[in-house]
């Protein structure tokens, strides 16, 4: 990783919290966010990419900066200016110094390289034992979507994601919202890089064994909520219920098992939708409802808008009880309902989470 322009944090050992103060001050100068992220999800150990990060500033701030605990930052420019990353990267915080900084409209874009993420957090990375086949996912909850590129990661800045991926062309990309297209890597390819201002020269990094895809715009929300999922994934696919498609997703070693299961697991999220639409008064907030179950998972699950991820611990393998059966049964809903309660209205800061947390269960 010691490729030329990228600057590696002496101090990225040494993470410095972001408190609720500067959260607070950083909302009080901050507005209408934006990401384009451009991502590279390699198999191995290493992924690297690069964000577009626009946003409206009501007052120059002196200590205004993006948490980032990416190890390596390459090539930033703020509003056209090109600086040195390594007078920007410090104790795993992009700063962005008052002479950079404009009322009104600001942009910056950075490339970044780092390691995929082993305990769980960020972006994990996850080598099957049976065959040898990789996977990456996301969790962002709480305070990690600063682990797999530069952001304002605070709940209360909510920001639209415009995702581009590039991965092996044999793995299922899965996102907050829809796929618009996928395209091998070639001229086509980097036009739509340089159309969302990406430079393509990233592509050239890559051969024709990887693809890049383009998802559907988020919409606005929190930046624990993103998720970016990745592998040879084997999946079952329903119609859903009004107009909310469906899919269930699992590595390959293990889609035999949940098979058997799919069918209720479909039953059991489309009551909770309608008995939800009826209860809050409005209807299920976003495009798709994937659920994606992903090893190595701390949690028992995790309401990433559009994209739920389940820990592997509910893949019966054996005829499941009638308690395992209820327990799986709750956690479905309680991560539906989050969908409205928490993920479409949200809390300004992490210590309501136990509000997030109690409320959905209590539904």
């Not at 408190?19 to 690297?48: M, Q």
């Not at 002196?62 to 703020?78: P, Q, R, W």
């Not at 036009?191 to 024709?208: A, C, R, V």
């Not at 209720?264 to 798709?288: A, V």
Request: charged share 25%; net charge negative; proline share 4%.
């Amino acid at each position: 990783m010691q490729d030329e322009g990228f600057f590696e944090d002496p101090q990225n050992k040494e993470l410095k919290h972001l408190t609720f103060e500067e959260a607070k001050e950083r909302k009080s100068a901050i507005s209408n966010v934006s990401y384009i992220l451009c991502i590279c999800l390699r198999k191995g150990s290493i992924f690297e990419g690069q964000i577009i990060i626009k946003y409206e500033l009501s007052k120059i701030s002196k200590g205004l900066f993006l948490d980032n605990a990416c190890t390596h930052l390459g090539t930033s420019v703020i509003n056209g200016k090109d600086i040195s990353p390594s007078l920007l990267q410090m104790s795993r915080r992009i700063n962005i110094p008052e002479e950079y900084q404009k009322i009104g409209h600001n942009e910056a874009s950075f490339r970044f390289k780092s390691s995929y993420a082993v305990d769980g957090c960020g972006l994990h990375h996850y080598q099957d034992k049976d065959d040898n086949e990789e996977y990456v996912y996301t969790q962002f909850e709480a305070y990690y979507a600063n682990r797999a590129f530069p952001c304002f990661d605070q709940p209360d800045l909510k920001a639209v994601l415009t995702l581009i991926t590039i991965s092996p062309q044999e793995w299922t990309i899965i996102s907050s919202d829809y796929e618009l297209s996928s395209h091998p890597i070639n001229e086509e390819s980097s036009k739509i890089m340089e159309k969302y201002g990406i430079n393509p020269q990233i592509s050239k990094l890559f051969d024709n064994s990887f693809k890049l895809t383009l998802f559907k715009d988020t919409p606005r929300i929190s930046t624990y909520l993103y998720s970016i999922i990745g592998g040879p994934f084997q999946y079952f696919k329903d119609e859903g219920i009004n107009n909310i498609p469906m899919r269930i997703f699992i590595r390959k070693s293990l889609k035999k098992f949940a098979e058997p299961h799919a069918p209720e697991f479909f039953h059991i999220t489309k009551c909770g939708i309608l008995l939800y639409n009826e209860f809050f008064g409005f209807n299920y907030p976003f495009s798709k409802y994937d659920q994606i179950y992903c090893p190595e998972f701390n949690a028992g699950a995790m309401e990433n808008v559009g994209a739920v991820t389940y820990n592997e611990l509910y893949i019966f393998k054996d005829t499941p009880t009638l308690q395992q059966k209820a327990r799986f049964a709750i956690t479905i809903l309680h991560e539906l309902s989050h969908m409205w309660f928490g993920n479409l209205v949200k809390m300004k800061w992490w210590n309501d989470l136990w509000l997030n947390e109690s409320f959905a269960t209590y539904i």
